[in-house]
């Protein structure tokens, strides 16, 4: 059972004879492969090589493809840069989206060649090219639609607007979930095992308007993106979304990605054994600023509070992106603390 086998076997709640560990590196991966970040994220090249070079370097079970959270803000037409060569891409100047109008200006989606989105194909087929044989391959097709809307039209303004004017809102997530289906399913075709997508802004609203706003979304999105794709499906809010974490296990997501607040073992509990879980060590306190013997220890809890829950649809990762001065010694740990850990073998 290689790597790619084992991750599919895992997601879908089979016997593995261990746990699979796949941790959310990014910018890491550039740093590695002694690349900027600004030429990681405009250069397939150079984001195909970083992924690449971090796989042969650790062996993880998985990889994964993305540059930034503003690709597809980008195809819409953000302005987007970065103020340094070691910043990721991110707006700049002006919201995109101001009024009605705006949302009638953004044109169709096409991914052959809006911003960035044939870079991140282009590199995305030379990693499965590459690697797909062997190691599960994630396509991050960037946001989920509120997270995209707050990014086009400013945190500050939609989260008034959501209360001031949801129809508003509304229309505008509607113009953002074409382009994030249109993006995964791209992703998909070259070759994606794993779509995943963020919704971090959702998890500053009150659990009720999540439920009422953005859980619909999300779920329409999830299931078209599905029914056309034919790929398992991933939803990450970053920080503590224990309070809507139920929701969330409501979206359609095949598995919901946690950060280091949320408490495995409740999360096991509240989402019961369908649902995979993709998580969840703190990426700061423990794998970048820890020891091996800290990262190793962490790993372990993790593995044994899933498996006292009988929940083996489990991967083991980072709550969140890896930090670019994560030490080599301590991923070395992860990995071989996953390799080593026969937890899952009876389940």
Not at 127 to 134: A, Q, R, S
Not at 186 to 192: D, N, Q, T
């Amino acid at each position: 059972m290689n790597s790619k086998s084992l991750v599919s076997a895992a997601l879908g709640g089979f016997p593995v004879p261990r746990v699979p560990v796949g941790p959310l590196a990014v910018h890491f991966c550039a740093g590695l492969a002694g690349h900027t970040v600004h030429r990681y994220s405009t250069d397939p090249d150079a984001l195909a090589e970083s992924v690449i070079r971090y796989y042969e370097r650790f062996k993880p079970d998985v990889v994964w493809v993305s540059a930034d959270t503003w690709v597809s803000a980008e195809a819409m037409g953000a302005k987007v840069g970065a103020t340094d060569e070691q910043q990721p891409l991110g707006g700049l100047g002006e919201p995109l989206i101001r009024s009605a109008a705006d949302i009638d200006r953004i044109p169709s989606p096409d991914v052959s060649s809006q911003g960035r989105y044939p870079l991140m194909l282009k590199a995305l087929s030379r990693i499965v090219n590459t690697l797909g044989k062997d190691a599960y391959v994630v396509g991050c097709f960037d946001q989920y639609p509120f997270s995209l809307a707050a990014a086009l039209m400013g945190i500050n303004e939609i989260m008034v607007k959501v209360l001031d004017d949801p129809s508003f809102v509304q229309a505008l997530m509607n113009r953002c979930s074409e382009y994030a289906f249109a993006y995964a399913c791209a992703l998909g075709s070259a070759g994606a095992d794993l779509l995943s997508g963020g919704d971090s802004p959702a998890g500053l609203l009150a659990p009720s308007l999540y439920r009422e706003v953005v859980l619909p979304a999300e779920q329409r999105l999830i299931q078209k993106i599905k029914d056309t794709a034919a790929k398992p499906v991933s939803l990450h809010i970053c920080g503590n979304a224990t309070r809507i974490l139920a929701m969330m296990g409501s979206s359609g997501a095949g598995v919901l990605e946690l950060d280091s607040n949320v408490d495995l073992a409740q999360a096991c509990q509240t989402l019961g054994p369908d649902i995979a879980i993709w998580g969840n060590l703190n990426p700061v306190q423990v794998l970048a600023q820890g020891t091996p013997a800290q990262v190793t220890a962490a790993a372990q809890e993790a593995i044994a509070q899933a498996a006292s829950c009988e929940h083996s649809r489990f991967v083991l990762s980072s709550g969140c992106t890896l930090p670019m001065e994560t030490p080599h010694a301590n991923i070395d740990a992860l990995v071989l603390a996953a390799r080593v850990t026969g937890a899952f073998a009876r389940m």
